[in-house]
Each structure stands twice: as structure tokens, then as C-alpha cells.
């Protein structure tokens, strides 16, 4: 399915965050963060790899991990915005026809989730973006508002259908399961420099998710469904916990 693209995949990497400040340089098992989520996406095979960082001290560490780095202008309002910096940067002749944003905070990310979120793209010619989905399991994940609801159905038994909304609310209404957003792209390399170009939109402002602009914009995104959940370290404590998860790899 893969086959028809030609993608590179670019991590956006920063040092501010509130929670856990530097976090792409925590220690996890003598490695920084990036360099576990670096090899995560090259052991994919999809294509190659490139960290848009926002301060040379995530670039060195890149490096210093064999993999490549660019420097982007530090206050980009969102990663989408400093992957597409990047992207003009390393492949200005448009060689890549489809740009995976993995985030830089996903450690434990299993290589499989980014395999089957182009597989989704490619499933679905008339969607700008794909990004993947996993059922809710834990009750209490249907009611928080941290993990972003995706409103999706996938028809008999399909493992990727067209998203129509995504929320901090439990949606949709009524039985059946509820679907978990992974916050990873991969963008027809057209569509995305459409959407840096875009102002914020009313839902997205109000929701505070940056894919609804997408949404709002008439853009369509396929959603995959996928089996695991990687964790987003944004807390100490979600550091922890990712050094006990990958202890065991």
C-alpha cells in the first residue's frame, strides 16, 4: 500500500515545555529522549529521517545519535509549522511527496503505527492527511479531556475511514467504542503547506486542537485504526514511566 509514496518523516523537537522543561535531552536508559523516538521512526523503513529542532543543544544531541538535524527559527506557533520550515530546507526540490510528523515526545512509539497511518493515506486518495487511532479502553480515558477523542466509524470491520471531528468530549454519543487521536501526521506534502498558510480556526481555538483547522478548512483526514497506544511524555512522571517501558525492550 506504502509503495506509491515517497515520504520523509520529520520530528519536531523543542526545548519549552511547561510541564517538563527540555524534555527532548531526558535521560532515558543513557540516551536523550529524541534519539529513542529518532530510532522509533527509522525503524519503520519508510524513509529517511530528519529532526527539525528549535535549539542547537537538540541538534547535537541528534547528531551525536548518527541522525540528521536541521535548525528552524525557535517560535514557530506549532510543530506543523517547523516541519514545514525544515521540510524547505533539507528537500527544497520536492523530491518527498509525503511528510510524517512524528512527535518528538512519543519514546515507546511502536514503528507499526507509523507503517499503517501511510497505509491509510494511501487508502484513501481523496483525504489531504491520515493519522492514527486506538480504541479507549481504560473508562476513565472517556472522560478526561487530556486524551483527544476521533470521531470515526470504520464500516465493516475497515481499519481506516474518513475522521468527521475531533473533541475533548466523550463523542460520539451511544454505545460502542470511543477512539483515542495519536497526535502524528502524514500529510500529502501539498496539503500541508496549505495548512501552515491558514489562520486558526473557531473550533480549534475552542477546542485547542490544531487538526480541526484542518477540518474547518474543508480538508479531509483518514484515520487508522491501530492496536497501540504509545506514551506521550510530557510530565515527569510520564518520563518514569517510559524508562520502566523501555527497560523491557
Given at each position: ?113 507509523l507503517r499503517r497511518t501511510l497505509d491509510a493515506l ?19 480515558e472517556r472522560t478526561n479531556p487530556n486524551a483527544v ?95 520502566t517501558l523501555l527497560a523491557r525492550r
Open positions: 500500500m506504502t509503495d506509491p509514496f515517497r515520504p520523509i518523516l520529520m520530528i519536531p523537537a523543542r526545548m519549552a515545555s511547561t510541564r517538563l522543561p527540555g524534555k527532548p535531552l531526558a535521560d532515558i536508559h543513557g540516551s536523550p529522549m529524541i534519539a529513542h523516538v529518532l530510532e522509533r521512526a527509522r525503524e519503520a523503513g519508510l524513509g529517511p529521517v530528519v529532526v527539525a529542532c528549535a535549539e542547537a543543544e537538540i541538534a547535537a544531541a541528534v547528531r551525536g545519535a548518527g541522525g540528521h538535524a536541521v535548525l528552524t527559527t525557535p517560535d514557530h506557533p506549532s510543530g506543523s509549522d517547523r516541519v514545514f520550515e525544515a521540510l524547505s530546507l533539507v528537500d527544497a526540490a520536492a523530491r518527498h511527496d509525503v511528510v510524517i510528523n512524528v512527535q518528538g515526545d512519543l519514546p515507546t512509539l511502536d514503528p507499526a503505527v494511501a487508502a484513501h486518495p481523496d483525504c489531504d492527511l491520515a493519522t492514527p487511532v486506538v480504541p479507549i479502553r481504560d473508562p476513565e477523542k476521533a470521531v470515526v466509524g470504520f464500516p465493516g470491520g475497515a481499519t481506516s475511514a474518513p475522521a468527521l471531528y475531533f473533541s475533548r468530549a466523550a463523542v460520539p454519543w451511544g454505545d460502542g467504542d470511543l477512539y483515542h487521536h495519536v497526535g502524528l501526521y502524514a500529510w500529502r506534502r501539498e496539503a500541508l503547506a496549505r495548512f501552515v498558510g491558514l489562520p486558526p480556526g473557531v473550533l480549534e481555538r475552542r477546542e485547542r486542537l490544531e487538526q480541526l483547522r484542518a477540518l474547518e478548512n474543508g480538508m479531509r483526514i483518514a484515520a487508522a485504526r491501530v492496536d497501540t497506544l504509545p506514551l506521550g511524555v510530557d510530565t515527569p512522571a510520564d518520563l518514569e514511566r517510559a524508562r
